[in-house]
């Protein structure tokens, strides 16, 4: 997909159902999401990424930091506590009209519609940190690529990179549909009439999902002068992903 027809859909779904098109968490489609409920997730998963920052050692300067595909908010109103100044960026205007809205520390947390495949609106070495979950996953690799050489860009010496990718598809979208037929030839339809009614409805718009394997990212970030810390395996894209968060310090 097209950067700006990536900008498309994600404007779409920030119209529909914006705090579930962030966290597709089951039986949250649909505006069940409270926004209370929904930022606490972004305090704690902060808190995390902290507790495992200290664990690896890494210490992270408290100035300036990057909230990269930032949505309404949930990471950015978070990291708030931790650093001087937070900035969030992303692509669909609609998520950052909401950004502001929800925005409870007023200047310390600044948020810029980013149309482009660039963060040109940064100069070298604004961030102390640059911080992305859940967002590289759904643009091709080509753009992640292009993103992930500007965070070594925009990452002061020693500034630290956490972020999050899928290494691979476990469980692919023709399987299921596989699966699906099978089960109605033997007569679970009442099981997947079940099913069905905790997806969310239908919508125009889509969520792709690309997956880059960890050697090759690594191999990426060491070209792009960043010193890579750590790799582990998680389940922040579900099921159908493995997926690995990555810790990368500029050099």
């Not at 609609?94 to 007023?106: E, F, H, P, Q």
């Not at 091709?140 to 899928?166: H, I, N, S, T």
């Not at 596989?178 to 718009?205: D, H, I, N």
């Not at 880059?212 to 070209?223: C, G, K, T, Y």
Request: charged share 25%; proline share 4%; net charge neutral.
């Amino acid at each position: 997909m097209e950067i700006q027809e990536l900008r498309r859909h994600w404007d779409g779904m920030g119209q529909e159902d914006p705090l579930w098109a962030i966290l597709t968490v089951p039986g949250k489609a649909g505006g069940r999401w409270s926004p209370e409920e929904f930022f606490a997730t972004g305090r704690e998963q902060v808190a995390q990424v902290f507790q495992e920052l200290a664990s690896l050692g890494v210490k992270v300067r408290r100035g300036a930091a990057l909230d990269f595909g930032c949505g309404v908010g949930r990471l950015s109103q978070a990291l708030a506590d931790h650093f001087d100044s937070v900035h969030g960026v992303d692509i669909a205007s609609s998520m950052i009209t909401l950004a502001d809205r929800y925005n409870r520390v007023g200047e310390r947390c600044k948020y810029h519609l980013n149309e482009q495949d660039s963060l040109a609106l940064f100069a070298d070495g604004t961030f102390d940190f640059v911080l992305t979950l859940i967002c590289l996953q759904h643009m091709e690799p080509r753009y992640a690529q292009k993103y992930l050489a500007e965070f070594a860009r925009v990452l002061a010496p020693g500034g630290v990179l956490f972020f999050q990718l899928p290494g691979v598809r476990t469980w692919s979208t023709k399987a299921r549909r596989a699966v699906g037929a099978v089960a109605q030839r033997v007569g679970l339809t009442a099981v997947l009439r079940a099913l069905r009614k905790q997806e969310p409805a239908r919508s125009e718009y889509v969520m792709e999902m690309h997956c880059q394997p960890p050697h090759d990212v690594m191999a990426f970030l060491q070209a792009h002068g960043l010193r890579v810390v750590s790799v582990e395996r998680d389940s922040l894209a579900g099921n159908d992903f493995v997926s690995y968060r990555y810790v990368a310090i500029r050099k």
